[in-house]
């Protein structure tokens, strides 16, 4: 336990040691969406700004008025609004893509990471990153599939009977484990991330099988800390919500913004946290490995 | 004179009467009853009495019954053709239910693929009319309204010998009911089922001809009124509950129990068997007397069930207290098996809810809503018993607008529909979102099979009628309406009302020539909608070089134009604020495209509103009644910034599993 408390510490240090990345991460994100929000704004703005039927969205939020300002025909079609804020989220992803070795390179780093190396690193990765990332999707996504599939089955099969928590209690406790399987997968590349930025390893199946090798002998300690790291996560988003409706006014525009951008960068932070401690335990074993290299053999003595 | 006369008269009677089969002399008669409601004399024109024994298979989801139909002849001349509904028929690939549900939708089936398990039929065996034999294959299935010759919805029988006027007729009808997986509110759903439209059941004769329609993918039924005597033998561990009151239950030595009930005055029978149910039981105390409320719960739901019986007592309160008694001595409400599609069906005295046990207390429009709404068919369709073939509003939604009413009244006009975490929604909003979208496809006043699609039907019948009648109480005033409406339900109850019995009420008793209203709102299909066009406040002196304009001293040529966008003319109020408080107010009649009003102050227009009394509820777009001349950025800056927020969020979230 001290192992893994160590770990998750660990990488919070460096995450807070390099906040500047999530920092960053979050400005690019919120960009994005701020860009993705422009047509749903206009829309609205063309129904909204003169009328003081708004004020029933503006003091409080009606949902019947929200609904009926949704199918407003000059609001135009949903997807219209919804599109660009979906093209944007995949920009973000592929930004992530992007960048993201010059941060595992940064937390790897016992300096602050000079602008010059940051980006030769995510240039040196970017293809690795993009066939990581296919490795990945093939590898979750089968993986997924067959237990999203053996969950279906077992729904039905408790919706055949009467007692209408037990396919809730399947369906949450199932929905929990294809999870868990699901972090082992990202712990197994985000290891194989780290050891082809590190290594700067241009094959990355090695770097896979490092990933797995590692993940494997060390799956409690990892899984445990990224599960940890998970729950902060989502206390700070049940946090975010509570505090949202507790202390935000109906009408106040800032104060929405405020806890709800609060929210989402901590939200972000947890995530640069676990890559965070997926770096700290990489460079850990790579040392004691290393370690273990270089201490000197002697030939025992002969006694006579 | 009169001597000769008479004896004609008995010379004529007696060579005539061997052709009628029945007279008020053969024994025949409808029971006066009155055990299962609260008044001691018949409170309707009882035309039919059911006497009916069904026994139910539980695992093959059958049930063989045989039923004994008395009919008292009360049209005023002699019958000799009878109709029968066969409901059950409908479900099966060909019926014109099905067509319809696959062509323009069901209340929630979509049919994409055709499953065994939702077949479904009524198969007659055998069909006797006492005194007249057995007409068992001279039963002719008929399609009054559409012609498809595969509907077995509708079956008549043609008489050797014809019933007289005030005569009666005996059927005795064997019949064999395989019940689909839960459609349309009837059939079964692992070990539940809920017996609704099971049974033959004779069409009504209204306004001189027989009214007995196909099943139709949403509309509902007719029937006359009378006395119903029902024994259920169902497996010994199913919990039993039926319309009316329970006259007996008897375990018999095969593992079976027969359960009897008998009900006075209603139109239709249901019944409802479960092993699971739990039972609640309690006691509303209308002004006609105690009613027995008899809710039967799921397990999983037991939590729920003191805010069910509160909401069905409070909503009994306001229906005794604003339209009339509930006279029967009896309300089953029942919370069918999660996941069928049982929920929210009204039967006479007897209705279904349905509720989850996760559902949050603020959630009105789910469980409470829907009870509501059902308890309110036993006023508009079990007492007032309109056509819902051919005049569906009047049963959906003249109760829509009762459950405006009744919601607002139990949980405050803004919250009567949801109360979430600061998300609120009143019922009269919901009502809004379901028509705004297909105000103009089809009026009011259609037979309920012939909507453009489900969507049209469900916004015009519910939602559009709703707020015209909403409409319609801003017009007259609420009292007035109120007025109307117990009227209207004192007058009509225990009858078949037409559309005209209902609007002529509301006209004689406001006192009013509404008729331009009821053409345009329930006839017609012009859209309502009026919007503030543009305003203009320009200096008088704007020519002048140099001009400053100073608050209150600068005078302004001031210009507010309203468009009337619809077709619908209405006559309107228009408010108008300057920017140092003064308001106007102005009426137009709406007969003009448009009208501009004109003032010269030394104040600028501030806004413009559009009903200010917000009064027409059913204008199709309230966002343009009204125009501030300053931008409020700030509602779309709030919606902007709760989206900004979740497609970051979804952002992240992809991120998070993908990088």
């Keep these: 336990m001290s192992d893994n408390t160590n770990l998750v510490s660990a990488g919070a240090e460096i995450a807070r040691r390099n906040k500047r990345y999530v920092v960053w991460f979050f400005l690019l994100n919120l960009a994005f969406a701020h860009f993705g929000a422009t047509a749903f704004n206009d829309s609205a703005r063309g129904i909204l700004d003169h009328s003081l039927y708004a004020d029933k969205l503006l003091h409080g939020f009606n949902l019947g008025v929200f609904m009926e300002l949704l199918a407003h025909p000059e609001f135009g079609a949903i997807p219209g609004a919804t599109h660009p804020a979906m093209m944007f989220a995949v920009v973000f992803f592929l930004a992530s893509l992007l960048f993201m070795p010059g941060v595992l390179l940064g937390y790897a780093s016992d300096h602050r990471l000079p602008r010059d190396e940051f980006y030769r690193a995510c240039g040196r990765n970017v293809w690795r990153f993009v066939r990581l990332f296919l490795f990945f999707t093939i590898i979750a996504g089968v993986i997924a599939w067959i237990l999203f599939g053996a969950l279906n089955a077992l729904m039905t099969a408790t919706d055949k009977t009467s007692y209408e928590r037990l396919p809730f209690f399947v369906q949450l406790v199932g929905t929990v484990i294809i999870l868990l399987v699901l972090t082992i997968i990202r712990i197994w590349f985000d290891l194989a991330q780290t050891d082809v930025v590190l290594r700067d390893e241009p094959a990355v199946r090695k770097s896979i099988a490092v990933g797995f090798r590692k993940t494997r002998r060390h799956l409690g300690r990892l899984l445990v800390s990224y599960v940890v790291i998970a729950i902060v996560a989502v206390a700070v988003l049940v946090a975010g919500i509570l505090l949202w409706h507790a202390i935000v006014p109906p009408s106040s525009v800032l104060g929405a913004f405020i806890i709800g951008e609060a929210t989402l960068l901590l939200l972000l932070g947890t995530r640069f946290w676990q890559r965070a401690t997926a770096v700290a335990f990489y460079v850990r074993e790579r040392a004691n490995v290393e370690a273990t290299r270089t201490i000197p053999t002697f030939a025992a003595p002969v006694v006579t | ?659």
Aim: glycine share 8%; hydrophobic share 35%; aromatic share 14%.
């Design chain 2, 1 to 659: 004179m009169y001597v000769r006369l008479t004896l004609f008269v008995c010379l004529m009677v007696s060579l005539v009467a061997p052709v009628f089969a029945q007279s008020a002399g053969s024994g025949m008669a409808i029971p006066a009853t009155t055990s299962a409601i609260n008044s001691p004399t018949p409170l309707s024109q009882r035309v039919v009495a059911y006497d009916m024994d069904a026994k139910y298979d539980a695992k093959a989801h059958t049930l063989e019954a045989t039923e004994t139909l008395t009919y008292h002849n009360l049209t005023g001349q002699a019958l000799d053709t009878f109709p029968f509904h066969l409901y059950l028929n409908a479900f099966q690939p060909t019926s014109t239910w099905i067509r319809e549900g696959k062509r323009e939708g069901t209340r929630g089936q979509d049919f994409e693929k055709w499953q065994s398990k939702s077949y479904g039929a009524e198969e007659i065996k055998s069909f006797e009319v006492m005194g007249q034999g057995d007409f068992t294959s001279q039963l002719q299935y008929v399609h009054p309204d559409d012609n498809n010759k595969d509907d077995r919805t509708v079956v008549q029988v043609h008489l050797s010998r014809p019933i007289p006027a005030d005569g009666y007729v005996q059927f005795k009808i064997k019949f064999h009911d395989q019940f689909p997986e839960t459609l349309e509110r009837t059939g079964w759903n692992r070990d539940f089922v809920l017996g609704g439209q099971w049974f033959p059941k004779v069409g009504i004769w209204w306004h001189g001809a027989w009214n007995c329609h196909q099943f139709h993918a949403y509309t509902e039924f007719f029937a006359d009124f009378g006395v119903y005597d029902v024994k259920l033998t169902v497996p010994q561990f199913e919990v039993v509950g039926a319309g009316g009151i329970e006259v007996g239950n008897v375990n018999n030595p095969d593992g079976t129990k027969t359960v009897s009930y008998h009900a006075d005055d209603i139109h239709d029978f249901a019944w409802t068997a479960s092993p699971h149910y739990l039972i609640y039981n309690d006691t509303f105390q209308s002004s006609m007397g105690p009613v027995k409320l008899r809710i039967m719960v799921q397990p999983a739901h037991w939590s729920q069930v003191g805010r069910e019986a509160r909401v069905l007592k409070e909503s009994m309160d306001r229906f005794d207290r604003w339209y009339g008694p509930y006279p029967y001595k009896t309300l089953t409400l029942v919370d069918p098996d999660p996941g069928s599609q049982a929920f929210g069906m009204e039967y006479p005295t007897f209705i279904t809810g349905g509720t989850t046990w996760w559902e949050p207390e603020g959630l009105h429009f789910g469980s409470a809503e829907a009870i509501e709404h059902e308890f309110g068919h036993q006023y508009w369709y079990g007492m007032v018993a309109t056509n819902e073939f051919e005049d569906a509003w009047m049963d959906e939604g003249i109760n829509e607008y009762a459950q405006v009413k009744v919601m607002d009244s139990i949980y405050g006009p803004q919250t009567s529909a949801l109360n979430l975490w600061g998300v609120t929604a009143g019922e009269r909003d919901e009502q809004r979102v379901f028509f705004t979208g297909v105000s103009d496809l089809d009026p009011i006043a259609k037979n309920g099979w012939q909507y453009a699609d489900s969507n049209s039907y469900g916004g015009v019948t519910y939602g559009k009628t709703a707020m015209v009648l909403l409409t319609l109480e801003n017009i007259i005033g609420e009292d007035t309406m109120r007025k109307a409406m117990h009227t209207y339900f004192l007058r009509y109850r225990y009858t078949h009302p037409t559309k005209e019995d209902f609007l002529k009420t509301i006209e004689e008793v406001s006192g009013r020539d509404l008729r331009w209203y009821f053409n345009q709102a329930v006839y017609g299909t012009q859209v309502l909608d009026y919007e503030v066009l543009k305003i203009s406040s320009v200096p008088v002196d704007w020519y002048k070089e140099n001009l400053k304009e100073k608050k209150g001293e600068t005078e302004y040529d001031c210009n507010v134009w309203i468009h009337r966008k619809g077709e619908f003319v209405i006559p309107i109020d228009i408010e108008i604020k300057f920017d140092n408080g003064d308001k106007v107010r102005e009426r137009w009649d709406g007969q003009d495209r448009w009208i501009r009003y004109e003032y010269r102050k030394k104040t600028k227009v501030e806004s413009v509103e559009v009903d200010p009394d917000h009064k027409l509820e059913f204008d199709r777009n309230n966002f343009n009644n009204s125009r501030t001349a300053e931008a409020n950025p700030s509602p779309a800056r709030k919606l902007t910034n709760y989206w900004t927020c979740i497609s970051q969020f979804c952002a992240q979230l992809l991120a998070w599993w993908l990088v």
